[in-house]
């Protein structure tokens, strides 16, 4: 029996409630951003229909025509979480209520200038906690320059910190990677992480997740 969007969103909702209340946190602390990436735009009528309101998307373009397609919702905000080259940068300046993926000098530089006469553009640093060839992302031994640099960028807002942690079934590694991101975060006076998906969502949520990325348990599997 197929199953609708609004019935899966309600699902997640469920799941982060319970996952704030074992944290002993509230539920407002999350920050659910439904991931919509490669999916139609119906979908995310479907899930803004359900109260929805902050949907990621990885590739800039396609975040450039979705904000064009679906400008009428108002309030909807849209969440860049994919990397992003330089070349790229001004649709994502235009659009982006948040960027999740900041790992490039060059980018940030350009995301600033672009971002002028707008508000400062929060931004979440993305850390390689791993070291995997395949991942984006800072190593946390140069986190602390990069923030520095950043910080003197006049159009953009370094918030938090955010990372795709090694894969895992075993709940102890990944709350582990989940702490690691944490701890890194206070030691640079940053408050928010952005952390977990469907796979992970409420271990990160017990380690101080405020924004969850979760795409396939609302939308369904990517073709």
């Not at 946190?25 to 009528?45: F, H, M």
């Not at 373009?61 to 080259?85: C, M, S, Y």
């Not at 000098?105 to 200038?113: I, M, P, Q, R």
């Not at 320059?145 to 910080?151: A, E, G, N």
Request: charged share 25%; proline share 5%.
């Amino acid at each position: 029996m197929s199953t609708s969007v609004a019935d899966n969103l309600a699902r997640v909702r469920e799941r982060v409630a319970k996952a704030c209340a074992s944290a002993g946190r509230p539920e407002s602390s999350v920050t659910l951003v439904a991931v919509s990436k490669l999916k139609p735009a119906a979908l995310i009528r479907e899930a803004y229909a359900a109260g929805q309101r902050d949907f990621g998307e990885n590739y800039a373009q396609e975040l450039r025509d979705k904000a064009t397609e679906l400008q009428d919702l108002d309030g909807l905000r849209w969440h860049a979480i994919g990397a992003l080259q330089t070349n790229k940068v001004k649709y994502v300046a235009r659009v982006a209520h948040a960027f999740h993926a900041l790992e490039r000098w060059e980018v940030a530089a350009e995301l600033s200038k672009r971002r002028e006469g707008a508000p400062p553009l929060p931004c979440y640093v993305e850390l390689n906690l791993g070291q995997e060839d395949t991942k984006h992302g800072l190593s946390p031994e140069a986190l602390g320059d990069f923030l520095t640099r950043v910080r003197t960028l006049p159009n953009l807002q370094p918030v938090g910190l955010m990372a795709l942690p090694p894969p895992t079934d075993d709940v102890a590694r990944m709350r582990e990677g989940f702490a690691r991101l944490r701890e890194l975060a206070h030691a640079h006076a940053l408050t928010s992480l952005s952390m977990g998906t469907t796979h992970d969502f409420e271990q990160a949520i017990l380690e101080g997740a405020t924004v969850v990325r979760v795409g396939t348990a609302i939308f369904g599997e990517r073709t």
